[in-house]
């Protein structure tokens, strides 16, 4: 706690680079988890865009620019 004359001590603010970073893993991570889980119960005809980015809570555009095929999304889940 500080005292009431004392200034509080400021937050570094992180970089836009920092947060678009974690962002991206964080992104990265939840389409992983979802691939692995759709692929297992559904097979690997279950893995559509549509379907993973709904489970991740990922924009669809964004698993569809970074992915283009069901093939790239497959392989990124395996790697």
């Known amino acids: 706690m500080t005292h009431w004359r004392q200034k509080a001590r400021r937050k570094i603010p992180k970089r836009a680079a920092d947060i678009i970073r974690e962002r991206n893993e964080r992104r990265t991570a939840a389409l992983i988890a979802c691939i692995t889980e ?42």
């Open 38 to 79: 759709v692929s297992s119960s559904e097979g690997a005809d279950g893995v559509t865009h549509g379907v993973v980015a709904e489970r991740a809570g990922v924009p669809v555009q964004y698993v569809e620019w970074k992915y283009p095929s069901r093939e790239h999304l497959i392989a990124m889940a395996n790697t």
